[in-house]
């Protein structure tokens, strides 16, 4: 009997085949590697117990003068300021019609058709009607003036809600709601909903659910476009932008439940930019920046165009020769994709390259100059800040900049970008994770149009690993700040569409729940060369239990063989292994294997060592 020791690699290798990485690791699930060793991650629960509407793509962080912790959080229906437990919607306003609505029922439906002259609102929007009157019947004064969802819109004047009680039910109008509602009718409209789906170009399908007639063609904007906002703090108050749409500005001081409102709105506002693609306020000199602005006194976004306020200023966007607003149009690309505030500069990716731009005071305010032509971003989320470096993802690889651009060596990039839905490319993002030095980009699979998978690179050992978002693992956001305890992420429960913010790094758990994690070897021989059959005739197993909870705790060692490459690998024996296990005598036979190590637990981790295996020749065939 020979006692062997094997001794893995450290990370996941999927460039060549499962035979050729012998020695390596070839496949995981939620699982990291630290010192060169596989653990399962962490886990994760709900920051709050309060749910929100849509799905959010972007998150942030800050924390008051007075040391109040807020989070904006930017979904495709609303927009909502945490704070404490509470989401707050501050969802802009985006017309208010007085006077001037009616309603009209019909006999044995909860269809109500509202009329409100040129109400531009889209399926999804939502519209709060006060001062009506009783229909007549079932559809009372209390039904009416609540807020709405409309469900479809009809012409450019009319639209349908279903009826509701206070309490949520559908109210059925019968024969006595002949009524419209009176004279006084007030309505009260959110912006625009955006879509949950990426949309490349024009088309069929760009658009909301029964927003224009079957077939036709619709342009692509702020509310036929996947929703992604971006958001920063001006001091106290909190900016955002949605991506081809509208810029808001919330006021802390009047209270958590005051809606944000448009720049423009703001009191002497001068030229503000109304439209634009993201928004950031610079961190030494506080300009407000805005990437892809409409140009002064037009109406439409220029995508390459970059403006900026006045120094400490949010309402002073004139420049004059006695402020320090102005404006470039960047000359690479044709549009801005996204924009990262780093060490003393701003990184911009447009669709063609990387830009640097630093703040360098008067007459320029701000110089701008190529990094990188060609390396771009697959999304305006898919760049991260770690490590004192930045670290992104575009249509075909990985790359970091550190004062210039170069591409990062990934032994799992077949496997992510040969099964990418670039058609929806938008929903990929970057996050980070500075305890266990990751980043990790989320992103969807070719058969997936929501995000199903990740890949995650540790900076320091220089290692990759790849997983699923399965397990309540669904992720749309991420965010990692001084402010918070823990990274913070938005996703959805197993099995629902109830949308929660999870604190990760913590604990063991999904939430309370079981989640399974595994890694698993590429094949390798049990002799030196491969030739002979062996014996397997003992396992001694080599893992670290953390926050071990019981002397039952487990983890599985599954040992699988083949004879040859192209066969099928079957499981020839597999093991338990408690903090109590010392060794298992186990019979199998192959000519070479692979090793499953995995657990499906709530309250404790793991972290594996090294393998060693008891085997004896055992003939050629």
Same mark, same amino acid.
């Given at each position: 009997?020979?006692?062997?020791?094997?001794?893995?690699?450290?990370?996941?290798?999927?460039?060549?085949?499962?035979?050729?990485?012998?020695?390596?690791?070839?496949?995981?699930?939620?699982?990291r590697?630290?010192?060169?060793?596989?653990?399962?991650?962490?886990?994760?629960?709900?920051?709050?117990?309060?749910?929100?509407?849509?799905?959010?793509?972007?998150?942030?962080?800050?924390?008051?003068?007075?040391?109040?912790?807020?989070?904006?959080?930017?979904?495709?229906?609303?927009?909502?300021?945490?704070?404490?437990?509470?989401?707050?919607?501050?969802?802009?306003?985006?017309?208010?019609?007085?006077?001037?609505?009616?309603?009209?029922?019909?006999?044995?439906?909860s269809?109500?058709?509202?009329?409100?002259?040129?109400?531009?609102?889209?399926?999804?929007?939502?519209?709060?009607?006060?001062?009506?009157?009783?229909?007549?019947?079932?559809?009372?004064?209390n039904?009416?003036?609540?807020?709405?969802?409309?469900?479809?819109?009809?012409?450019?004047?009319?639209?349908?809600?279903?009826?509701?009680?206070?309490?949520?039910?559908?109210?059925?109008?019968?024969?006595?709601?002949?009524?419209?509602?009176g004279s006084?009718?007030?309505?009260?409209y959110?912006?625009?909903?955006?879509?949950d789906?990426?949309?490349?170009?024009?088309?069929?399908?760009?658009g909301?659910?029964?927003?224009?007639?079957?077939?036709?063609?619709?342009?692509?904007?702020?509310?036929?476009?996947?929703?992604?906002?971006?958001?920063?703090?001006?001091?106290?108050?909190?900016?955002?932008?949605?991506?081809?749409?509208?810029?808001?500005?919330?006021?802390?001081?009047?209270?958590?439940?005051?809606?944000?409102?448009?720049?423009?709105?703001?009191?002497?506002?001068?030229?503000?930019?109304?439209?634009?693609?993201?928004?950031?306020?610079?961190?030494?000199?506080?300009?407000?920046?805005?990437?892809?602005?409409?140009?002064?006194g037009?109406?439409?976004?220029?995508?390459?165009?970059?403006?900026?306020?006045?120094?400490?200023?949010?309402?002073?966007?004139?420049?004059?020769?006695?402020?320090?607003?102005?404006?470039?149009?960047?000359?690479?690309?044709?549009?801005?994709?996204?924009?990262?505030?780093?060490?003393?500069?701003?990184?911009?990716?447009?669709?063609?390259?990387?830009?640097?731009?630093?703040?360098?005071?008067?007459?320029?305010?701000?110089?701008?100059?190529?990094?990188?032509?060609?390396?771009?971003?697959?999304?305006?989320?898919?760049?991260?800040?770690?490590?004192?470096?930045?670290?992104?993802?575009?249509?075909?690889g990985?790359?970091?900049y550190?004062?210039?651009?170069?591409?990062?060596?990934?032994?799992?990039?077949?496997?992510?970008?040969?099964d990418?839905?670039?058609?929806?490319?938008?929903?990929?993002?970057?996050?980070?994770?500075?305890?266990?030095?990751?980043?990790?980009?989320?992103?969807?699979?070719? @058969?997936?149009?929501?995000? +199903?998978?990740? &890949? %995650? =690179?540790?900076?320091?050992?220089?290692?990759?690993?790849? /997983? $699923?978002?399965?397990?309540?693992?669904?992720?749309?956001?991420?965010?990692?700040?001084?402010?918070l305890?823990?990274?913070?992420?938005?996703?959805?429960?197993?099995?629902?569409?109830?949308?929660?913010?999870?604190?990760?790094?913590?604990?063991?758990?999904?939430?309370?729940?079981?989640?399974?994690?595994?890694?698993?070897?590429?094949?390798?021989?049990?002799?030196?060369?491969?030739?002979?059959?062996?014996?397997?005739?003992?396992?001694?197993?080599?893992?670290?239990?953390? @926050?071990?909870?019981?002397? +039952?705790?487990? &983890? %599985? =060692?599954?040992?699988?063989?083949?004879?040859?490459?192209? /066969? $099928?690998?079957?499981?020839?024996?597999?093991?338990?292994?408690?903090?109590?296990?010392?060794?298992?005598?186990?019979?199998?036979?192959?000519?070479?294997?692979?090793?499953?190590?995995?657990?499906?637990?709530?309250?404790?981790?793991?972290?594996?060592?090294?393998?060693?295996?008891?085997?004896?020749?055992?003939?050629?065939?």
């Open positions: 009997m020979t006692l062997a020791k094997y001794i893995f690699r450290p990370g996941i290798n999927k460039e060549s085949t499962n035979y050729a990485n012998e020695g390596g690791w070839y496949n995981a699930d939620k699982v590697f630290r010192k060169g060793k596989p653990e399962r991650i962490a886990g994760w629960d709900k920051n709050s117990l309060n749910s929100f509407t849509g799905t959010c793509r972007n998150l942030y962080s800050y924390r008051d003068q007075g040391q109040t912790d807020y989070v904006g959080v930017g979904t495709h229906l609303k927009y909502y300021v945490l704070q404490g437990d509470d989401f707050n919607d501050i969802t802009p306003i985006r017309k208010t019609s007085t006077n001037s609505i009616t309603f009209a029922a019909t006999d044995g439906s269809t109500v058709v509202v009329t409100d002259s040129s109400h531009g609102a889209v399926a999804g929007d939502t519209v709060t009607f006060t001062e009506a009157v009783s229909l007549g019947g079932n559809v009372t004064a039904v009416l003036n609540q807020a709405y969802i409309v469900a479809r819109t009809l012409t450019v004047n009319t639209y349908e809600i279903t009826a509701k009680d206070t309490s949520g039910d559908t109210v059925t109008a019968n024969s006595s709601d002949s009524g419209n509602g006084a009718v007030d309505g009260s959110e912006i625009n909903v955006g879509l789906v990426y949309v490349k170009g024009t088309g069929w399908g760009a909301t659910w029964s927003a224009g007639t079957w077939g036709s063609v619709s342009a692509i904007s702020a509310s036929s476009q996947l929703r992604i906002w971006s958001q920063d703090n001006f001091g106290d108050d909190l900016i955002s932008c949605i991506r081809g749409g509208g810029i808001y500005y919330w006021d802390e001081s009047a209270g958590a439940t005051q809606r944000a409102i448009p720049f423009s709105s703001l009191t002497s506002a001068s030229n503000v930019p109304t439209l634009g693609l993201q928004i950031m306020v610079s961190d030494i000199d506080r300009h407000i920046i805005c990437f892809g602005a409409n140009v002064i037009e109406s439409t976004v220029n995508p390459l165009l970059v403006r900026w306020s006045d120094t400490e200023s949010a309402i002073d966007w004139t420049p004059t020769s006695t402020n320090q607003a102005g404006g470039v149009q960047l000359s690479q690309g044709s549009t801005i994709i996204g924009a990262l505030e780093t060490r003393q500069e701003i990184l911009i990716w447009t669709d063609a390259g990387v830009m640097s731009m630093r703040f360098v005071g008067e007459p320029f305010i701000f110089s701008f100059s190529e990094v990188a032509s060609g390396p771009s971003l697959i999304s305006p989320m898919a760049a991260v800040s770690a490590n004192n470096k930045v670290y992104f993802m575009d249509r075909g990985f790359y970091v550190s004062g210039s651009v170069s591409r990062l060596p990934c032994t799992v990039l077949d496997y992510i970008f040969s990418l839905n670039l058609g929806q490319q938008f929903k990929c993002f970057g996050a980070s994770v500075e305890s266990a030095n990751e980043v990790i980009w989320f992103y969807p699979s070719k @058969d997936s149009t929501e995000i +199903d998978r990740y &890949v %995650t =690179y540790n900076y320091v050992e220089n290692v990759w690993s790849i /997983g $699923t978002t399965d397990d309540g693992f669904t992720r749309t956001a991420w965010i990692e700040a001084e402010s305890d823990y990274p913070l992420a938005a996703g959805k429960t197993s099995g629902s569409d109830t949308n929660y913010l999870y604190n990760h790094e913590k604990g063991h758990s999904n939430d309370g729940s079981d989640f399974s994690a595994y890694i698993e070897s590429s094949d390798f021989d049990l002799n030196p060369d491969g030739e002979r059959l062996m014996f397997l005739s003992k396992l001694i197993p080599d893992v670290e239990f953390r @926050d071990q909870s019981s002397t +039952d705790d487990t &983890v %599985t =060692y599954t040992i699988k063989g083949r004879n040859y490459p192209l /066969g $099928t690998l079957s499981t020839l024996q597999t093991v338990n292994v408690t903090p109590e296990s010392s060794f298992t005598n186990i019979r199998a036979r192959s000519r070479h294997a692979a090793i499953r190590i995995s657990n499906t637990s709530t309250n404790y981790g793991w972290r594996v060592g090294d393998l060693r295996l008891e085997i004896r020749p055992d003939g050629k065939r």
